[in-house]
C-alpha cells in the first residue's frame, strides 16, 4: 500500500469519559431539539388548522338543520278557496296564492289577540312580517295536496321570517335590529311573547335539505333538495362512464399496450390530466359540450361529462395501480391452462384488482363530488327551484349551491352555505370511509 | 492459503476496549441475542463470524448503539466502553458514535463531493477551526483509508462517481476521520470484487496500530486473514470466543467445528 | 325520442344475435360442443357485439359528420345506423361455422374497445386545447395581443372600449401562489420529516390521517373557510389595527387558506422522496455520530432536494390553477399592488366571472377568458412536465 506511512500512530487522544456531555454535544443537543420542535409546531399547525376548519364551518352550519316556525289557527273559508265546492283538485289550484293574503291575515288576527295579554303593541301586520314570504306558497301547495282540509279551522305552522329564526339562534339582537330595515325590536318583543304563549318553536328542519332554493329575500325557505338531486345524476353519470371507460383503458395500457411512443404519449398525457386545473376542463366543457355540441346550459348530462373526464386519470391510476398489484404468477397460472390472454385478464386478474379499483373509483367520485369551478362555467350557478326531471333538465350542484349562497348579501345564507358544506362533508366521509372499508377488507398480501 | 500468518503475529496482552456482560438484544418478541459476555480488546482485530441471521451485525450495531434507530428494538445487559456503561442514561449516543466509528456492507458515500464526505464528521463534530485544519484532516484520513493517491487530483467529485472498493475505503476514510477509538465494520467487503477485497483487507490490518477493530464476516477465510480474535455466534448465543488461530484449528465447540468445516451456514 | 327508440332497437337485435348466434354455432356443432373451435357464448358475443358496434359507430360517425355539413338529419343517421346494424348481424351470423374462430373475434372486437377507452385521454387533451384555442384566435384578431399580454390594466367594460391587460391578474395569481408556498412549504416539509423521522408510530398514526383529510377536503370547503373565518379574522386582528388593509378578501387571505390546502400535498409527495432516500445514507450519517436533525439536513434533504423541488413545482402548479379559494378569499379588484392585505383578483377568478352570466360569445370581453384559460393551462402544463420530470430522474436516482 502506498498510504502506509499515513499509519504512524496517531495524535494522543484526550481522553474524555462518555458520560460528561462536551459544550459542543449540549449546543448540537439543542440544535437537535429545536428541530424536532419546528416539526411538532408544523405537524401540529396541520392539525390545529383543520380543526379550526371543521370547528367554523359546525358552529356556522348547525344551526341551519333548525328552522323556526309560528304556530296559528287558521279558517280555510271554503268561499275563497274552492268558491264551487266540489273539492277538484284543478279548480283549488286556480286559486293564487295572492287570495290566500286575507285567509292569512285573518288567522294572525288571532293570534294578536291571543298575544294582546302579553304585549300590547301586537297587531297582524306586525305578525305578518314575521312570517317568512314563502308562507303562502306553502300553505296553498298543503290545500292543493289535501283538499278536504277546505272549510276547516286547523292549527298551522307558517315558517318564521330569516330575521326571527337569526334571533332564535342569537344571530340577530336588538342592537341590530335597530338598524336593520327587515325587522324591528318590537317584533323580537313579540317573538318573546310568542315563545311564552309556545307559539313560536324551533325544531328540526328537513326542508333544507329536501326543498329547492329560494329567492334572496327569502334565506329561511331555502334547501338543497334541488342540488342533491343535480349532484346524484352527476354522480351517477361519472359511475357508469368514468369506471367502465377507466378500467378499460387501464387493462390495454397495463396488459396489451406495446412499448412505444403512442404508449408513452398516453401515459404522459394522463398525469399531465390529472393536474390540468379543473377549471380549465369547465371551458372544456363549455366550449365543446354546449356550444359546439348544443347540450343544454345547467344541465346534470353537461356536468357529469365534465366531472367524468376529471375524474378518469384518477381511476386509471389507482386501476393500474391494483392491476401491477395482482401478481404476474396469476396470469402465467391462467396462461398454463390454456385461457387465452384476455380470458386470463377478465377471469383472473380483473376480479382480484376490483376492490383496488373499486375504492379508487369511489376516491374519484368523492373529488368529483366536491368539485365546483367546473361547474360554474356550464351554468350550473343558474338560480334553479325546480326539481330536474331528467339528466337534460336544469340543475345545480352541492357544492355550486354552496357558492351560489356566499354571493348573497342576507347573513342568514351563510349559515346555509355551511350547513350545505356540511352535508357535502358528510357524504365525502360516508364515501371515504367505505373506501377505506373495502380496502381493509379486501385487502391482499402476496 | 496464508492462514499462516495468524501465527506470526500473535499475541501480546491487550488492555479491554469493550466489554458485554450478559447482553440480550429484543426486536419486540423477538430475542435475537441471548446473555453474550465478551471482552473486545484494544488494537487487535476481532472478526464475529457465524451463520446468517445468527446476530453478528445486531450485536456489532449494539456497540455503538445504532440499534437505537431501529423501532421495538430493545438492549438488556450492560456493555462498556472504556468500563464506563454505554447504555447508561447520561450517555449520548452521538457522543459514544464519535468513539466508536462504523463502516457498512454496501459502500454508502454522501451524495456530496469526496472532500465533503470526508470533512462531514469533523464538521459536525466540530475538529477543525478552519479551513486548513480541515485539509490537514481530510488528507491524512484519505491517507489512512489507502485512497488519497488515487482521488488526491478530483477532491470535489462526487464520492458517489468512485468505484465501489473506492467507495468503500472512501467510508473508511471518513469514519476515521473522526478520530475513532474502535471501529466496526459490518461484512465490510461483501459488495466488493476480490481485489477491492484484497486492498480492504489489507487496510485493515493497518488500521489495527490505532484502533480497536471489530469486523463482522460471513467469509471464515477473511476472518483467519485479517484477525487475531474471533468470536463464532450461533443462533443469538455467543458459541466461542478465541484466539483465531485456536478457533480455526482446534474450535472447542462441535457448532463451531460444523460451521468450520461447512457443515452448517 | 328517434334515439331512444333506435338504442331499444338496436340493443334487441343484439339480445337476438346472441341468442341466435349461440343456436346455429351450437346446430354447427351437432351435438359434439367440444369440436367447436370457440364456446357457444363467443359465437352470440361476436354477433351481437359486431351488431352493437356497427350501428352505434355509424350514429356517432354520422353525428360527428353532421356538425360539419348541413343537412345531415338524425332520422337519416339513424336509418344508415340500422342498416350496418343489420349488414353486421348477417355477416357475422353467416360466419358460424364448427371451425369459425369467434373467440379471436371477440377479443379483437374487445380490443379495440380498450384502445378506443386509453385514447380517450389524448382525446380529452386534444379538445381542451381545441376548445381554447379558436376562441382565443378571435379574440387576438379583435384585441391586440401586445395589449393582453402586457397591458397592466384590467378594466372591461361590456359597452366596449375594455382595457384587458393580463398583468395584473397574472400578478395577483403568482402573489396568492407565492403565500400559499410560503405556508405550505415549510410546514408540510418539517411536518413530513417529523412524521417520517421522529413520530412514534402511535402519533403517526394518528397524525398522519390528519393531515390526508386536509387533502380530501373540497376547495368549496376552503373557500368558505377563507371567506366566513380567516378572511375577517385577518382584517379584524391585523390588517385593520396596523392600518394596512380594510377588506376581508385579501391576497393574504387567499394565500393562507391555499397554504393549508396545499400542506398535506407538499407533505405526503416529500414523505414518499424522503423514503426514497436509502437507509444506508442515514445509517452512514448516523454512524459517524450526526444527530438525526443533522443528518436529515445535511445528509437526507440535500439527498433529496431535486424531489422536494419538483414537490414544490407541483403544488405551485396546483395554486397557480386553484380557483374557489380565490374567487371566495382573493376578492375580484385587478390590482398591481404590493400590500398583502388588499384584495386582488387572479387568472381564475376572471376566468370565472368572464365566462359566467350573460356571455356574449362575439364580443373581446367574453372571450378574453379563452385566452386568459390556455395562458393557464400552458403555465399549469409547463411546471408540471418541468416537476414530473424532475421527480422521474429523481426517482430512476435511487432504483
Known amino acids: ?446 | 492459503m496464508n492462514d499462516m500468518r495468524i501465527v506470526e503475529r500473535d499475541v501480546e496482552t491487550r488492555e479491554i476496549k469493550i466489554r458485554g456482560d450478559k447482553v440480550q438484544v429484543f426486536y419486540g418478541d423477538n430475542h435475537a441475542i441471548k446473555d453474550v459476555d465478551i471482552e473486545i480488546q484494544d488494537k487487535t482485530v476481532t472478526a464475529f463470524i457465524g451463520p446468517s441471521g445468527c446476530g453478528k451485525s445486531t450485536f456489532l450495531r449494539c456497540l455503538n448503539r445504532m440499534n437505537d434507530t431501529i423501532e421495538g428494538c430493545r438492549v438488556e445487559g450492560e456493555i462498556t466502553l472504556d468500563e464506563e456503561d454505554i447504555y447508561n442514561k447520561q450517555v449520548d449516543p452521538v457522543q459514544l458514535r464519535a468513539k466508536v466509528g462504523m463502516v457498512f456492507q454496501k459502500p454508502n458515500p454522501f451524495p456530496k463531493s469526496i472532500y465533503d464526505n470526508v470533512a462531514y464528521g469533523p464538521r459536525i463534530h466540530g475538529l477543525a477551526s478552519n479551513k486548513a485544519d480541515l485539509d490537514v484532516i481530510v488528507e491524512k484520513s484519505l491517507r489512512r483509508g489507502a485512497i488519497w493517491d488515487e482521488v488526491k487530483d478530483r477532491l470535489d467529485a462526487p464520492g458517489t462517481g468512485l468505484s465501489g472498493g473506492q467507495q468503500q475505503r472512501l467510508c473508511i476514510a471518513r469514519a476515521v476521520a473522526t478520530e475513532p477509538e474502535v471501529l466496526l465494520m459490518d461484512e465490510p467487503c461483501s459488495a466488493l470484487d476480490p481485489i477491492a477485497t484484497a486492498q480492504v483487507e489489507e487496510l485493515i490490518d493497518e488500521l489495527r496500530t490505532n484502533y480497536s477493530v471489530v469486523i463482522v464476516t460471513h467469509s471464515m477465510q477473511q476472518a483467519a486473514r485479517v484477525s487475531q480474535k474471533t468470536a463464532f455466534f450461533h443462533l443469538g448465543n455467543l458459541v466461542e470466543y478465541n484466539e483465531t488461530g485456536e478457533i480455526f484449528t482446534n474450535p472447542k465447540d462441535p457448532r463451531t467445528e460444523s460451521y468450520i468445516t461447512g457443515r452448517i451456514g | 325520442m328517434l334515439l331512444t327508440s333506435f338504442f331499444v332497437l338496436l340493443i334487441a337485435l343484439c339480445a337476438v344475435g346472441y341468442m341466435l348466434g349461440r343456436n346455429k354455432a351450437a346446430a354447427a356443432a351437432g351435438g359434439n360442443l367440444s369440436s367447436l373451435h370457440s364456446l357457444l357464448s363467443y359465437h352470440g358475443w361476436n354477433v351481437a357485439l359486431s351488431t352493437f358496434m356497427a350501428g352505434a359507430g355509424v350514429l356517432i360517425l354520422w353525428a360527428f359528420l353532421g356538425t360539419f355539413f348541413d343537412g345531415a338529419s338524425p332520422l337519416i343517421g339513424v336509418i344508415l345506423g340500422t342498416i350496418a346494424a343489420l349488414a353486421a348481424f348477417t355477416v357475422t351470423f353467416g360466419q358460424i361455422t364448427q371451425s369459425f374462430r369467434a373467440r379471436n373475434f371477440v377479443e379483437g372486437l374487445i380490443k379495440a374497445l380498450l384502445i378506443l377507452a386509453s385514447s380517450i385521454a389524448i382525446l380529452t387533451t386534444v379538445a381542451i386545447v381545441l376548445s381554447m384555442v379558436f376562441e382565443t384566435g378571435r379574440f387576438f384578431s379583435q384585441y391586440p395581443w401586445q395589449d393582453f399580454f402586457f397591458g397592466a390594466n384590467w378594466a372591461p367594460n361590456f359597452r366596449g372600449n375594455s382595457d384587458l391587460g393580463m398583468l395584473p391578474l397574472l400578478w395577483g395569481t403568482l402573489y396568492v401562489s407565492f403565500i400559499a408556498l410560503l405556508v405550505a412549504v415549510p410546514i408540510g416539509l418539517f411536518a413530513a420529516v417529523y412524521l417520517s423521522e421522529y413520530a412514534s408510530s402511535k402519533v403517526r398514526s394518528f397524525a398522519k390521517p390528519m393531515i390526508e383529510v386536509l387533502a380530501g377536503i373540497p376547495t368549496i370547503v376552503y373557500g368558505l373557510f377563507a371567506l366566513i373565518t380567516v378572511g375577517p379574522m385577518l382584517r379584524d386582528y391585523f390588517a385593520q389595527p396596523l392600518g394596512i388593509g380594510e377588506s376581508s378578501s385579501s391576497v393574504m387571505t387567499a394565500g393562507i387558506v391555499m397554504g393549508v390546502m396545499l400542506i398535506p400535498f407538499v407533505s405526503s409527495l416529500s414523505d414518499d422522496i424522503i423514503n426514497a432516500v436509502p437507509q444506508a445514507m442515514r445509517d452512514g450519517s448516523l454512524g459517524l455520530g450526526a444527530t438525526p436533525s443533522e443528518t436529515i439536513r445535511q445528509v437526507v434533504l440535500p439527498a433529496a432536494l431535486p424531489g422536494v423541488v419538483g414537490a414544490i413545482l407541483l403544488a405551485a402548479s396546483r395554486a397557480i390553477g386553484e380557483t374557489m379559494i380565490v374567487v371566495m378569499g382573493a376578492g375580484a379588484a385587478a390590482r398591481l399592488s404590493l400590500n398583502p392585505f388588499e384584495a386582488m383578483t387572479t387568472v381564475t377568478v376572471k376566468i370565472v366571472s368572464q365566462l359566467t352570466g350573460d356571455t356574449d360569445f362575439s364580443s373581446p370581453e367574453t372571450l378574453v377568458a379563452f385566452a386568459l384559460g390556455i395562458t393557464l393551462f400552458v403555465l399549469t402544463l409547463g411546471l408540471n412536465v418541468l416537476a414530473l420530470y424532475i421527480v422521474r430522474k429523481y426517482r430512476e436516482q435511487y432504483e
Not at chain 1, 318564521?160 to 337569526?166: E, L, M, Q, S, V
Open chain 1, 1 to 446: 500500500m502506498t498510504d502506509a506511512s499515513a499509519n504512524t500512530p496517531a495524535t494522543p487522544r484526550v481522553k474524555t469519559s462518555l458520560l460528561e456531555l462536551g459544550e459542543r454535544t449540549k449546543k448540537r443537543n439543542a440544535a437537535e431539539a429545536r428541530f424536532k420542535l419546528y416539526g411538532m409546531m408544523a405537524v401540529g399547525t396541520g392539525v390545529a388548522a383543520l380543526l379550526l376548519l371543521l370547528i367554523s364551518i359546525l358552529s356556522q352550519g348547525l344551526p341551519a338543520f333548525t328552522q323556526t316556525f309560528i304556530k296559528v289557527n287558521i279558517t280555510l273559508d271554503e268561499s275563497v278557496l274552492d268558491p264551487s265546492g266540489n273539492r277538484d283538485p284543478d279548480e283549488i289550484s286556480k286559486v293564487l296564492t295572492f287570495s290566500y293574503d286575507p285567509i292569512i291575515n285573518d288567522s294572525l288576527k288571532g293570534l294578536a289577540l291571543e298575544l294582546s295579554a302579553q304585549h300590547s303593541e301586537v297587531t297582524a301586520d306586525v305578525l305578518q312580517d314575521m312570517i317568512s314570504a314563502e308562507a303562502k306558497g306553502r300553505l296553498r301547495a298543503d290545500v292543493i295536496a289535501n283538499p278536504d282540509l277546505i272549510g276547516q279551522t286547523i292549527e298551522y305552522e307558517f315558517l318564521a321570517n330569516g330575521r326571527i329564526d337569526g334571533y332564535m339562534k342569537g344571530r340577530v339582537t336588538r342592537e341590530t335590529a335597530e338598524l336593520d330595515g327587515n325587522v324591528t325590536p318590537l317584533q323580537l318583543d313579540v317573538a318573546d311573547a310568542m315563545i311564552v304563549e309556545e307559539k313560536l318553536e324551533k325544531r328540526f328542519n328537513w326542508a333544507f335539505i329536501t326543498a329547492p332554493d329560494a329567492s334572496e329575500l327569502r334565506p329561511e325557505a331555502a334547501g338543497l333538495g334541488v342540488a342533491l338531486m343535480g349532484s346524484a345524476y352527476m354522480m351517477a353519470i361519472v359511475f357508469c362512464l368514468a369506471l367502465p371507460i377507466g378500467v378499460a383503458a387501464s387493462i390495454y395500457l397495463e396488459e396489451f399496450a406495446p412499448k412505444n411512443w403512442i404508449t408513452d404519449i398516453i401515459e404522459v398525457n394522463i398525469s399531465n390530466l390529472a393536474a390540468v386545473p379543473s377549471i380549465v376542463f369547465g371551458i372544456l366543457g363549455l366550449a365543446i359540450f354546449i356550444n359546439y355540441m348544443g347540450l343544454p346550459n345547467s344541465a346534470p348530462i353537461v356536468g357529469g361529462l365534465v366531472l367524468t373526464l376529471m375524474t378518469l386519470p384518477t381511476i386509471i391510476i389507482s386501476t393500474r395501480a391494483s392491476l401491477k398489484a395482482v401478481p404476474p404468477s396469476i396470469r402465467d397460472a391462467a396462461l398454463g391452462v390454456g385461457a387465452s390472454k384476455m380470458q386470463a385478464i377478465f377471469h383472473h386478474v380483473l376480479p382480484l384488482a376490483a376492490p383496488g379499483i373499486l375504492t379508487g373509483t369511489i376516491i374519484g367520485l368523492a373529488q368529483a363530488l366536491g368539485e365546483t369551478a367546473p361547474l360554474l362555467l356550464i351554468g350550473m350557478v343558474a338560480f334553479v327551484n325546480n326539481y330536474p326531471e331528467s339528466i337534460f333538465d336544469p340543475a345545480t350542484a352541492l357544492p355550486v349551491q354552496v357558492y351560489n349562497f356566499t354571493q348573497r348579501s342576507d347573513p342568514a345564507f351563510v349559515e346555509r352555505a355551511s350547513g350545505a358544506i356540511i352535508v357535502l362533508l358528510v357524504f365525502l366521509f360516508c364515501m371515504n370511509m367505505i373506501a377505506i372499508i373495502l380496502r381493509r377488507r379486501f385487502e391482499r398480501r402476496w
